[in-house]
């Protein structure tokens, strides 16, 4: 159980294109989604929280217009990244949770995306 | 502000033998959760085990044990009968408050045959 599915797992696009990725709850129901960032040997690095029929919370540092997210349903969130360039080259991975904050967060397999 | 301390950047273990990963963390909450994942590299994270700062006993889930001691806020996992497929980056994080999870640097594990 507790299965989150991420897609695309890569993306590679030329500067300037916008990229969604999509974070499904496949057999639970998640009220609030999180979105990580990680950078080679690196950390995970929240970016946001998402939670279902209203705005994400971002962390400090991240630019609200630049990463924007959506969480529709009660298992579906989605990460757009906009006019990507270069720098926002990296690994994208979200996760779920079902139930209190005692429960584990349950991650997709990640997103790595290259621009070009 | 709570943080998590992972002072092993790699460790080594020989095939069938247990291997110790260290993590302490600071936190004034009295209230916070332990959690260890592991992340091979292909990228996904695989949560192993959970430590509530309440519990009494410490966790285990099968090869996975946590050495919880509260007073010195540590939180090692230990992973017995070490296996190839043990081969991986792990990571330990701490939740703050209700919601978010911050992660340590993790530790690369090695498993040698």
């Known amino acids: 159980g507790a299965v989150v599915s991420q897609h695309p797992s890569r993306v590679i696009c030329k500067s300037g294109t916008s990229v969604k990725i999509e974070c499904r709850s496949l057999?639970?129901?998640?009220?609030?989604m999180f979105w990580y960032r990680q950078f080679p040997k690196q950390s995970l690095m929240l970016m946001a929280t998402?939670?279902?029929?209203?705005?994400?919370?971002?962390e400090q540092g991240v630019e609200k217009d630049k990463f924007l997210i959506n969480h529709a349903s009660l298992t579906l969130s989605t990460l757009t990244v906009t006019s990507a360039h270069p720098e926002d080259s990296s690994f994208y991975i979200c996760?779920?949770?079902?139930?209190?904050?005692?429960?584990?967060?349950?991650f997709g397999d990640g997103t790595r995306l290259s621009i070009l | 502000a709570q943080k998590i301390t992972q002072t092993q950047p790699g460790m080594f273990v020989q095939e069938k033998e247990a291997v110790t990963l260290d993590c302490t963390y600071d936190?004034?909450?009295?209230?916070?959760?332990l959690f260890w994942y592991k992340q091979p590299s292909s990228g996904e994270m695989i949560f192993l085990i959970y430590?509530?700062?309440?519990?009494?006993q410490n966790a285990t889930e099968g090869r996975y044990s946590l050495n919880f001691q509260k007073a010195r806020k540590s939180a090692n996992l230990v992973i017995s009968a070490s296996q190839l497929g043990d081969s991986a980056m792990y990571f330990c994080?701490?939740?703050?408050?209700?919601?978010?999870?911050?992660f340590g640097k993790g530790t690369k594990l090695t498993v040698n045959p």
């Open positions: 996760s779920a949770r079902a139930g209190h904050g005692n429960q584990p967060q349950h």
């Open positions: 057999d639970f129901q998640a009220t609030t």
């Open positions: 998402s939670n279902e029929g209203s705005k994400a919370t971002y």
């Open positions: 936190t004034s909450d009295p209230s916070y959760g």
């Open positions: 430590q509530g700062s309440y519990d009494q």
């Open positions: 994080a701490m939740r703050v408050g209700s919601e978010k999870l911050v």
